[in-house]
């Protein structure tokens, strides 16, 4: 981890704390009796799930998994549980949410690109989601009620030109869910 990385984590980490601001959503007064960022990741864990992935994910994302939790803060809802341990939303974890996706057989849609992992829920149908097989991992949004027939294309935009970078805008407090 570099030294850069390791400043992001440990803000990350103080920002947590806080019952109010570890998410951005639900913007609700009662925010903090919801409050509980699941513990992080073990190794094995992480290791278990990029063997059913099928590829290792980026280095930040799985320090994030290792060290500040599975899941539950962040941007939006919080990023997605790695595996089921990990925070829930109604697609369950990263690893089933991805696999469905790319493996996904309907004659009225197709498989979802490879290259994306979903990493946060913003709702109503609305996800970011980070390439993969980029160094930088950048991140990319997707509105589902956007889409018709054909490609999924026209639903997948650019929303910040690395994790790193969209995280720090988190952390300074940047409507993200505006930016797209």
């Given at each position: 981890m570099n030294y850069t990385e390791n400043l992001l984590i440990e803000r990350i980490k103080e920002r947590i704390k806080d019952p109010i601001r570890f998410v951005d959503l639900p913007d609700v007064i009662n925010k903090g009796d919801f409050y509980k960022v699941p513990p992080p990741v073990s190794?094995?864990?992480?290791?278990?799930a990029e063997k059913k992935l099928g590829f290792e994910l980026p280095s930040l994302l799985r320090i994030?998994?290792?060290q500040i939790g599975n899941g539950g803060f962040g941007p939006g809802y919080g990023l997605i549980g790695l595996n089921d341990m990990g925070a829930k939303n109604h697609h369950s974890n990263l690893v089933?949410?991805?696999?469905?996706?790319?493996?996904?057989?309907?004659?009225?849609?197709?498989?979802?690109?490879?290259?994306?992992?979903?990493?946060?829920?913003?709702?109503?149908?609305i996800?970011?989601?980070?390439?993969?097989?980029?160094?930088e991992s950048p991140v990319f949004r997707f509105?589902?009620?956007?889409?018709?027939?054909?490609s999924?294309?026209?639903?997948?935009?650019p929303e910040s030109p690395s994790l790193q970078t969209w995280l720090e805008d988190w952390l300074n407090d940047r409507l993200l869910f505006r930016i797209v």
């Amino acid at each position: 981890m570099n030294y850069t990385e390791n400043l992001l984590i440990e803000r990350i980490k103080e920002r947590i704390k806080d019952p109010i601001r570890f998410v951005d959503l639900p913007d609700v007064i009662n925010k903090g009796d919801f409050y509980k960022v699941p513990p992080p990741v073990s190794l094995s864990e992480l290791e278990i799930a990029e063997k059913k992935l099928g590829f290792e994910l980026p280095s930040l994302l799985r320090i994030l998994y290792l060290q500040i939790g599975n899941g539950g803060f962040g941007p939006g809802y919080g990023l997605i549980g790695l595996n089921d341990m990990g925070a829930k939303n109604h697609h369950s974890n990263l690893v089933d949410w991805y696999l469905e996706g790319v493996n996904f057989s309907h004659p009225d849609y197709p498989a979802f690109p490879r290259q994306f992992v979903t990493i946060c829920d913003w709702g109503d149908n609305i996800t970011s989601m980070i390439d993969w097989t980029k160094l930088e991992s950048p991140v990319f949004r997707f509105n589902g009620d956007e889409y018709d027939e054909g490609s999924f294309e026209n639903v997948i935009k650019p929303e910040s030109p690395s994790l790193q970078t969209w995280l720090e805008d988190w952390l300074n407090d940047r409507l993200l869910f505006r930016i797209v």
